[in-house]
């Protein structure tokens, strides 16, 4: 496995740079998960969803002792770093090499090796996606890529929906969905401290797997929500209605680092 060392000098394996760098800074940089008094302490047990090769895991342990942490990363080749980047932590972890959904079953993730933290069972929408971009270029490809501010206005559509076809080449890959009651059973587990999700598009649906018996045993929720996905429109406060009827107290941050591109944050914590 290859080997990059991390701004904050931590040594981890990763598949793809763009992904390791981007994900360390929204976690240990910009600490997207621990706000809006989201916390963690001593003994707590950790739902990590969407793990990818496990920086947040990583992160969370050095947040408080004697965690109990599950991971669930769907993607075989992501599950390898994870497992990797996870050896010898201070925690008590266990990694589960599927993903989380409405029920059970055997699907296909588009994994993308170039962006892998952004691999999906559902693809965003390549048009509003392309669009977005458009709309917003000069804060997004233009911060990122200087020189792109030479490209014409005319061809700007065209050179943005190449560049995203190259990045986001994907390689279809079988993967196990099971529930997170599934889980919460097989472990004989009482209570969730905090529940991290980022789900690339799929929130929705790891929600979906929660019997309504369980649901009381969920104390916090740190979650991406991603409207840049066909039928999107307004999922964030769908979701936020739905976690209100649950019985939490919920946080929409529109003014995160992706706000911009359709992706937002929310938190939640039980009354």
Not at 20 to 47: T, W
Not at 55 to 62: D, H, V
Not at 102 to 125: C, L, N, T, W
Not at 251 to 259: A, C, G, Q
Request: charged share 30%; proline share 2%; glycine share 4%.
């Amino acid at each position: 496995m290859r080997t990059l060392t991390l701004p904050n000098g931590e040594i981890i394996s990763y598949i793809d740079k763009l992904t390791a760098l981007d994900v360390y800074d929204e976690i240990y940089v910009k600490n997207e998960y621990l706000q809006h008094d989201i916390r963690v302490e001593d003994k707590d047990i950790i739902f990590d969803i969407g793990a990818n090769i496990g920086l947040f895991s990583r992160y969370i342990a050095t947040k408080a002792k004697k965690l109990h942490i599950y991971t669930f990363e769907p993607v075989p080749i992501i599950f390898d770093v994870l497992e990797e980047n996870l050896k010898n932590l201070q925690a008590e972890v266990k990694n589960y090499n599927i993903g989380l959904a409405e029920r059970g079953e055997i699907s296909k993730i588009h994994y993308y090796p170039k962006v892998s933290a952004d691999s999906a069972i559902i693809e965003f929408d390549w048009d509003l996606k392309v669009n977005q971009f458009l709309r917003n270029y000069k804060e997004t490809i233009a911060k990122e890529i200087p020189i792109a501010k030479l490209v014409p206005k005319f061809m700007r559509k065209s050179v943005i929906r190449w560049g995203l076809k190259r990045l986001y080449k994907a390689e279809l890959v079988s993967c196990k969905l099971r529930t997170i009651s599934d889980i919460i059973q097989e472990n004989n587990i009482a209570t969730i401290n905090l529940m991290k999700i980022d789900a690339e598009n799929y929130e929705f649906q790891v929600l979906a797997g929660i019997n309504q018996s369980d649901w009381d045993k969920i104390q916090q929720i740190s979650m991406e929500v991603h409207e840049h996905i066909e039928g999107g429109n307004d999922l964030l406060n769908k979701l936020a209605k739905l976690l209100e009827d649950k019985g939490f107290l919920v946080k929409k941050e529109k003014d995160s680092r992706f706000s911009l591109m359709g992706v937002y944050m929310l938190y939640a914590k039980r009354l």
